[in-house]
């Protein structure tokens, strides 16, 4: 399509390149007025035709800059908001020497340039483009006061500058604050995503472990239910329950407690599939998912868990400290409740505490 390559495919760049053709456009309306000040008289035919070249082709350069991405290496400027600013001053500048009794369409311009900028650049650049914008207007109100009194008389350049001074410094103060305001709705709406990412996480993760939690597990186990009705391998789960944990809460304080459940959740993550989903069910507790998996490969799987956890050490704690955990599995069916496969789950775990703890029972 014909949007397609004018303005390139939909994105940043197609808005940067819209934006940029907009400028083109806007020169060219004032290319319009320049030549309608020729006829009028008020223009010089050969000083209007230099000044819309430089203005058109300026525009252009900008245009083709961004439209062929070689804007994308300023990483702190892509649309080039800054440079496209400070080119449209320079030239309202030299439009003023040029224009005579019609120099005072220049002002509105300088004015919607720097109101372009306020909404794409710091408060600071905001300020030293108003600055800028004074001082390009001054030195040329100078030196055509001095050079071409009769169409510039000094005391019409003073007024002029000093009411252009005045509302070209409004609409800096005016530009630098509302980058402020929008640096500081930037924050605002970064800190709102980072909370809501932190939402999200305690809504779905246990905050110790870092292990998936109950309510986020249910939906989990459910959805893989509804899933492998279109599949031959049926899901198995596991409830796993530390050995003794009371013991040792009791012995040598919550935190040696806190500091076993991080450890066996760590220890999880480092033997587990990465299909595999482990959640902690509740204090001590813990629910393994192992999707598309066979009873046999299951047990497997835990038992590869149950003899990693007892190679670790827990010298921190205490250096005769030795932690295990007892398990029951459950393959899962179709048409079951998934409260009781889990049921079968935890039935199998206690069969595995009675029989001394330290492995797992199918259940």
Known sequence: MIADIVLGPPGRQRMRASQSLLALAV???????????????????????????????????????????????????PSLTLPQAAFGLLICAGAYAVTGLARGVVMPLLVLILVFTMFAVRPAQSRGLAVFAVVMLGGVMLWKSRTDPTRFPPTVEWFHFASAAIVLGCVGVLAGRMGTLRGRLKSQKLALERALEQIGQLATLDELTGLVNRRHMTGLVQAEQARQRRQPQKMTIALLDIDLFKRINDSHGHQAGDTVLKTFAKASREVLRATDVLARWGGEEFLLMLPATTPEFAMRSVERLRQHLALLTFDAIATDLKVSFSAGLSACDDDEAIEACIERADQAMYRAKTRGRDCAVMG
């Open 27 to 77: 020169y060219g309306l004032f290319v319009g007025v320049l030549y309608a000040g020729v006829r009028l008289g008020f223009i010089d035919f050969g000083e209007a035709r230099w000044l819309s070249g430089i203005y058109l082709l300026g525009a252009l350069l900008f245009y083709v800059a961004i439209r062929s991405g070689f804007n994308e290496r300023f990483v702190s400027d």
